[in-house]
């Protein structure tokens, strides 16, 4: 009997997006994408996710689109703002980078699994993700596993 795989339920900000014409950040960038194209990931992004990409290069615009007919788009929730706002509170991130908090919240809110980021200050931290989850246990949210795009496309053996 062939085993089937799970579809991990993963959280792409902006950063990933934007990673697929960035140098450092490209290869596993679009690796990351490819596996999502296989179904090997599903993909969720949200509308703070859109907003921030309407304000950047057309190609990251155009990418983003491509990508939507493989991804399940998230709303800003009364409960997702609920949920950032306590992240702020506990001091996670200031206010300054609300917005970081929000992509941690919406993925949280969404039921993701993961978040894939390239922001290694706010998010992918190794300091600050405990300090999530701490949030999210205290709220009756599952906890969440944040990776850079490098950690979760695997590889062949």
């Known amino acids: 009997m062939k085993k089937s795989k799970i579809q991990v339920r993963a959280y792409?900000?902006?950063s990933?997006?934007?990673?697929?014409?960035?140098?450092?950040?490209?290869?596993?960038?679009?690796?990351?994408?490819?596996?999502?194209?296989?179904?090997?990931?599903?993909?969720?992004?949200?509308?703070?996710?859109?907003?921030?990409?309407?304000?950047?290069?057309?190609?990251?615009?155009?990418?983003?689109?491509?990508?939507?007919s493989f991804a399940q788009v998230v709303g800003i929730s009364e409960a997702v703002l609920e949920l950032q706002k306590t992240y702020i509170s506990k001091e996670i991130v200031s206010k300054k980078y609300s917005t970081d908090?929000?992509?941690?919240?919406?993925?949280?809110?969404?039921?993701?699994?993961v978040i894939v980021s390239?922001?290694?200050?706010?998010?992918?931290n190794f300091q600050k993700i405990p300090m999530y989850n701490s949030v999210n246990a205290l709220l009756g949210?599952?906890?969440i596993g944040i990776y850079?795009?490098?950690?979760?496309?695997?590889?062949?053996e």
């Open 141 to 143: 949210y599952h906890p």
């Open 148 to 156: 850079s795009p490098l950690e979760v496309i695997g590889y062949e």
């Open 118 to 124: 390239w922001n290694f200050r706010h998010i992918v």
């Open 101 to 113: 908090a929000m992509h941690v919240a919406l993925a949280t809110v969404s039921g993701a699994r």
């Open 12 to 14: 792409a900000d902006t």
């Open 16 to 68: 990933v997006f934007g990673g697929v014409f960035d140098k450092e950040f490209e290869k596993p960038s679009k690796i990351f994408f490819d596996v999502v194209k296989a179904g090997n990931i599903k993909l969720l992004t949200s509308e703070l996710v859109r907003q921030e990409i309407q304000a950047g290069p057309n190609k990251v615009q155009v990418f983003f689109e491509e990508m939507l």
